[in-house]
């Protein structure tokens, strides 16, 4: 019996593309309609007076008069050439009424009709977390952020983002090869590859993870897209993770709808002189979960301890000359001659010891003549 | 009668011999003059006649005809007035044609029979001496320039009537005794100054350690070099410096320096001769001309002009993009080819480039709490030094912010005189090794040659394999370390290129693959 309405929903498919992109009819009508028209073939072949006389007992004269003439004008303009070519991209289509649309949607006050996909859907009863923070991060940021992606995603946890610049994108880089896997969720259709920088995560999205969007394929990411599409991001996890944020940012604000769709929101505290730390300090001034360490943040998701210890930091075991150099390092750029200053080395000491911590990526030279750590 | 009087233009940097003729004879009164001529070398029959007519001297109403040879040469500029006076004066009979055989004549003509002085006596008189003519007569503020040329018998003029006087001398007394005697009495004492002009110095740099040595570096191996700093870090105070730490000119340098200096017509009496390495600062609105040379009739740009010294580029990003790609092929070659319809010129253009930027377009990163910068503003920026560009300079450093406590402190910082020391050792080194090459420091020899003063020991060998691996070097830029390993290696007077010479090689690498493309 289920699995005969499945098929029917399947062999509909064309005329839920349809339905998906009328223009027009918010979200909430259109989960409405679905209740009425549980197939959108129906919906397509009605007569229009037919039509208009059945939404007139759902809704007020004024507003069915004005949705069966988007229905009519939809019909007119409705191409399955289009259709085709996005399938052809390889460009899927969820919908409410779907049994793999994703169930956290439909907890949030305004879950939207459908959403394109470009490779998989999160998997139903795997945990999920957001990763999400500054576009124009630091180097602190960035490297936590794809730290925990990665801790998260080999964890089982699939990292949901927006691949923005920035952290977001950090983050899913991280957790490119997890078995978690990771989404991105985009505010412009899901064929248009923004920011283009990072084309080379888009096309790794598509192939390990899967690409989401509420707008239609072809859509320009506009701004009014992306509050909607931060929504999305917070809906689709069960923990929100702030990496990095100035105050008054964007991420505060889907920290923010997190915390309305009652999501538990943790945030990676900075120090008190970096601005793009001060929204993240602020947040947890307000009680959201301090992250202490990637793998304290495991713990306190409840993932089971074996992980834990796997992935506890191993002592890197250095020369003295080298521990010296390397411990006088952090996240934060140095310059050389800072490190001079306070190694107090001899300048071919200094260089012979970064030229091979260098090389051996256990530092990063970022800027010229600026040292950071390296990535673990 | 006929006369004929020597006289020579230039052809950007190369001097094109002129035989002025001029033939007086029956016919209605007429100043002809013919000979390929622009229009100011047209004009000049004006300005003769009148400066002759001033001078006091009755010019019958003859048939006047001026030819300049050889004819299918471009004849321009305004230094064919004096020659031409001369030939007309002696074609009339007012001195004598003999006292002028074999003398060549430069000059302009006021109308008041002053004579004033022209651009590009000195290398006109380097070649004219080449040739076998070694008595010339140019203007007075022009002298000194020509006095430098050992050997060349100069006598500057003032005024027409000074020539005339001359020549009945030389009639009367001989021409082997006056031009002796001008020799004698005018002959200067030039003396190379040892030091750059201007009184400043590296020890007047506190800190900044990492900078010095690569602007060592960049001097004793003749590396281009990139600066990268902050605003108000010392970016130009560096590389103002960067010319008292030159090797002492030679007289030869010193000739060719101002050679082009002559050219462009910067040479005076009071400065005959450039003494000193030049420092030419280039602002970032120059146009390409400018930069590297050009005109309709080609000029020296900023690029020749800094000839034998040092180019600072400050704020190189904010260079128009054709403007620096045009440095590509001079800085490649050490002299630049300009080709107009008229021919092609070449300056010469054996300079040390040193290049000055920010690291971002606000210039803190990466100081995250100053910078506003993004990710892609910065990438943007620093790719606006083109790729090919970079592989020419081979040397990169950071200027970082001066922190308090290096400017309040007092030690003794090295002076100039101390790095040039190291430097000229590390040239005489690296002379010994080329010699017989035509380009004989470390940033300017051939890959080739390069390799085979390279050898590295098997630590050596292993570093570079590994650094080539992990630092993602390209094959380029494993020769620019090799190149300034070598330089690096010299300085310590070393045989070998050891370890710790490569190190330092590869902290002051470009950062050509992390940033750039």
């Given at each position: 019996?289920?699995?005969?309405?499945?098929?029917?929903?399947?062999?509909?498919?064309?005329?839920?593309?349809?339905?998906?992109?009328?223009?027009?009819?918010?979200?909430?009508?259109?989960?409405?309609?679905?209740?009425?028209?549980?197939?959108?073939?129906?919906?397509?072949?009605?007569?229009?007076?037919?039509?208009?006389?059945?939404?007139?007992?759902?809704?007020?004269?004024?507003?069915?008069?004005?949705?069966?003439?988007?229905?009519?004008?939809?019909?007119?303009?409705?191409?399955?050439?289009?259709?085709?070519?996005?399938?052809?991209?390889?460009?899927?289509?969820?919908?409410?009424?779907?049994?793999?649309?994703?169930?956290?949607?439909?907890?949030?006050?305004?879950?939207?009709?459908?959403?394109?996909?470009?490779?998989?859907?999160?998997?139903?009863?795997?945990?999920?977390?957001?990763?999400?923070?500054?576009?124009?991060?630091?180097?602190?940021?960035?490297?936590?952020?794809?730290?925990?992606?990665?801790?998260?995603?080999?964890?089982?946890?699939?990292?949901?983002?927006?691949?923005?610049?920035?952290?977001?994108?950090?983050?899913?880089?991280?957790?490119?090869?997890?078995?978690?896997?990771?989404?991105?969720?985009?505010?412009?259709?899901?064929?248009?590859?923004?920011?283009?920088?990072?084309?080379?995560?888009?096309?790794?999205?598509?192939?390990?993870?899967?690409?989401?969007?509420?707008?239609?394929?072809?859509?320009?990411?506009?701004?009014?897209?992306?509050?909607?599409?931060?929504?999305?991001?917070?809906?689709?996890?069960?923990?929100?993770?702030?990496?990095?944020?100035?105050?008054?940012?964007?991420?505060?604000?889907?920290?923010?709808?997190?915390?309305?769709?009652?999501?538990?929101?943790?945030?990676?505290?900075?120090?008190?002189?970096?601005?793009?730390?001060?929204?993240?300090?602020?947040?947890?001034?307000?009680?959201?979960?301090?992250?202490?360490?990637?793998?304290?943040?495991?713990?306190?998701?409840?993932?089971?301890?074996?992980?834990?210890?796997?992935?506890?930091?191993?002592?890197?075991?250095?020369?003295?000359?080298?521990?010296?150099?390397?411990?006088?390092?952090?996240?934060?750029?140095?310059?050389?001659?800072?490190?001079?200053?306070?190694?107090?080395?001899?300048?071919?000491?200094?260089?012979?010891?970064?030229?091979?911590?260098?090389?051996?990526?256990?530092?990063?030279?970022?800027?010229?003549?600026?040292?950071?750590?390296?990535?673990? | 009668?006929?006369s004929t009087v020597l006289s020579a233009s230039l052809q950007g940097m190369q001097a094109e011999f002129i035989h002025v003729e001029a033939?007086?004879?029956?016919?209605?009164?007429?100043?002809?003059m013919v000979g390929h001529l622009a229009s100011e070398v047209k004009e000049s029959a004006?300005r003769v006649?009148?400066?002759?007519?001033?001078?006091?001297?009755?010019?019958?109403?003859?048939?006047?005809?001026i030819n300049l040879s050889p004819a299918n040469v471009r004849k321009r500029g305004a230094a064919f007035d004096l020659p031409i006076a001369a030939a007309?004066?002696a074609?009339?009979?007012?001195?004598?044609?003999?006292?002028l055989v074999n003398v060549l004549i430069i000059g302009e003509l006021?109308?008041?029979?002053?004579v004033k002085k022209v651009p590009g006596i000195l290398p006109i008189l380097l070649e004219a001496k080449e040739h076998g003519c070694v008595r010339c007569m140019i203007p007075k503020e022009n002298e000194q320039e020509g006095r430098s040329i050992t050997g060349m018998e100069v006598i500057g003029v003032?005024?027409?009537?000074?020539l005339?006087?001359?020549?009945?001398?030389?009639?009367?007394?001989?021409?082997?005794?006056?031009w002796?005697?001008h020799k004698?009495?005018g002959?200067r004492?030039i003396?190379v100054?040892?030091?750059?002009?201007?009184?400043?110095?590296?020890?007047?740099?506190?800190?900044?350690?990492?900078?010095?040595?690569?602007?060592?570096?960049?001097?004793?191996?003749e590396?281009?070099?990139?600066?990268?700093?902050?605003?108000?870090?010392?970016?130009?105070?560096?590389?103002?410096?960067?010319?008292?730490?030159f090797?002492?000119l030679s007289m030869e340098e010193c000739i060719e320096i101002s050679k082009v200096y002559s050219v462009a017509g910067f040479l005076d009496e009071k400065q005959p001769l450039i003494l000193a390495r030049p420092f030419r600062?280039v602002?970032?609105?120059v146009t390409k001309a400018a930069l590297v040379g050009g005109g309709l009739h080609p000029v020296p740009g900023e690029l020749s002009l800094s000839h034998g010294g040092c180019l600072?580029?400050?704020?190189?990003?904010?260079?128009?993009?054709?403007v620096?790609e045009a440095l590509r092929e001079p800085l490649e070659e050490q002299k630049i080819h300009i080709v107009r319809n008229g021919g092609s010129y070449i300056f010469p253009a054996d300079t040390i480039v040193?290049?000055?930027?920010?690291?971002?377009?606000?210039?803190?990163?990466?100081?995250?709490?100053?910078?506003?910068?993004?990710?892609?503003?910065?990438?943007?920026?620093?790719?606006?030094?083109?790729?090919?560009?970079?592989?020419r300079?081979?040397?990169?450093?950071?200027?970082?912010?001066?922190?308090?406590?290096?400017?309040?402190?007092?030690?003794?910082?090295?002076?100039?005189?101390?790095?040039?020391?190291?430097?000229?050792?590390?040239?005489?080194?690296?002379?010994?090794?080329?010699?017989g090459q035509k380009k004989q420091t470390?940033?300017r020899v051939s890959?080739?040659?390069?390799?085979?003063?390279?050898?590295?020991?098997?630590?050596?060998?292993?570093?570079?394999?590994?650094?080539?691996?992990?630092?993602?070097?390209?094959?380029?830029?494993?020769?620019?370390?090799?190149?300034?390993?070598?330089?690096?290696?010299?300085?310590?007077?070393?045989?070998?290129?050891?370890?710790?010479?490569?190190?330092?090689?590869?902290?002051?690498?470009?950062?050509?693959?992390?940033?750039?493309?």
């Open positions: 019996m289920e699995k005969q309405r499945e098929n029917q929903i399947e062999q509909d498919e064309l005329f839920r593309f349809w339905f998906a992109g009328l223009k027009g009819i918010g979200n909430r009508e259109k989960i409405q309609l679905t209740k009425e028209f549980p197939q959108k073939k129906t919906l397509y072949y009605i007569e229009e007076t037919a039509l208009k006389k059945r939404l007139k007992e759902k809704w007020t004269e004024g507003k069915a008069e004005t949705i069966t003439q988007i229905i009519q004008e939809g019909k007119r303009r409705w191409s399955k050439e289009i259709v085709a070519e996005w399938q052809k991209k390889g460009i899927a289509l969820v919908t409410y009424e779907q049994e793999k649309y994703p169930d956290r949607l439909r907890n949030i006050s305004s879950p939207p009709y459908a959403l394109y996909v470009m490779g998989k859907l999160p998997e139903k009863g795997r945990r999920t977390a957001a990763i999400v923070g500054a576009r124009n991060c630091t180097y602190y940021g960035e490297t936590y952020a794809r730290k925990i992606g990665k801790i998260l995603s080999e964890a089982g946890i699939s990292v949901i983002s927006g691949m923005a610049r920035g952290i977001d994108a950090a983050g899913q880089r991280g957790a490119i090869h997890g078995s978690g896997g990771t989404f991105g969720i985009l505010g412009s259709g899901v064929d248009i590859c923004y920011p283009k920088e990072n084309r080379g995560l888009y096309e790794d999205l598509k192939k390990y993870g899967g690409i989401l969007s509420e707008q239609q394929p072809g859509s320009p990411p506009l701004a009014q897209y992306f509050p909607a599409r931060n929504r999305l991001i917070s809906g689709l996890a069960d923990v929100v993770i702030i990496i990095e944020a100035r105050e008054r940012s964007g991420s505060l604000i889907t920290a923010d709808m997190a915390l309305e769709q009652g999501k538990d929101v943790y945030a990676l505290p900075g120090s008190v002189d970096s601005q793009l730390s001060r929204g993240c300090n602020r947040l947890i001034k307000q009680g959201a979960g301090i992250i202490l360490s990637p793998e304290e943040l495991l713990e306190e998701l409840n993932i089971c301890g074996n992980f834990v210890k796997n992935l506890t930091e191993t002592k890197i075991i250095l020369e003295t000359e080298q521990n010296i150099v390397y411990s006088c390092l952090d996240l934060n750029p140095k310059s050389i001659g800072q490190i001079l200053a306070e190694t107090k080395l001899s300048i071919p000491e200094l260089m012979r010891q970064l030229v091979s911590l260098e090389m051996n990526g256990k530092i990063k030279e970022i800027s010229k003549g600026y040292y950071v750590r390296g990535n673990w | 009668m006929f033939d007086v004879g029956n016919g209605l009164p007429f100043f002809h004006e006649r009148t400066a002759v007519k001033n001078s006091g001297i009755q010019i019958p109403p003859r048939k006047v005809v007309v004066l074609a009339n009979g007012v001195i004598s044609q003999k006292t006021s109308l008041d029979g002053g003032s005024k027409l009537t000074e005339i006087e001359v020549a009945k001398k030389i009639e009367q007394e001989g021409e082997e005794i006056v002796k005697n004698v009495s002959e004492n003396e100054e040892d030091r750059c002009q201007g009184s400043e110095d590296f020890s007047e740099i506190k800190g900044q350690t990492f900078v010095k040595r690569a602007a060592e570096i960049a001097v004793a191996g590396h281009n070099l990139l600066l990268i700093g902050p605003p108000g870090s010392g970016k130009t105070m560096v590389a103002k410096r960067i010319p008292t730490i090797p002492p600062a602002h970032h609105t600072f580029l400050d704020e190189a990003a904010e260079f128009r993009k054709d620096l040193v290049a000055a930027m920010n690291p971002c377009p606000c210039g803190q990163f990466p100081d995250y709490n100053r910078c506003r910068c993004s990710e892609q503003e910065i990438r943007n920026y620093l790719g606006r030094i083109s790729g090919p560009l970079l592989d300079i081979d040397l990169c450093v950071d200027v970082p912010k001066v922190r308090y406590e290096s400017l309040i402190q007092t030690d003794e910082e090295e002076t100039s005189d101390i790095i040039r020391a190291r430097v000229c050792a590390a040239r005489e080194i690296q002379k010994k090794r080329y010699e470390n940033g890959v080739k040659t390069l390799m085979e003063h390279c050898e590295l020991d098997p630590e050596g060998k292993e570093k570079m394999k590994r650094s080539f691996e992990t630092l993602q070097l390209t094959a380029r830029s494993y020769y620019k370390v090799l190149r300034v390993a070598r330089t690096i290696a010299d300085l310590e007077g070393s045989e070998k290129i050891e370890s710790t010479h490569l190190d330092e090689a590869l902290i002051y690498r470009t950062m050509d693959q992390k940033y750039w493309r």
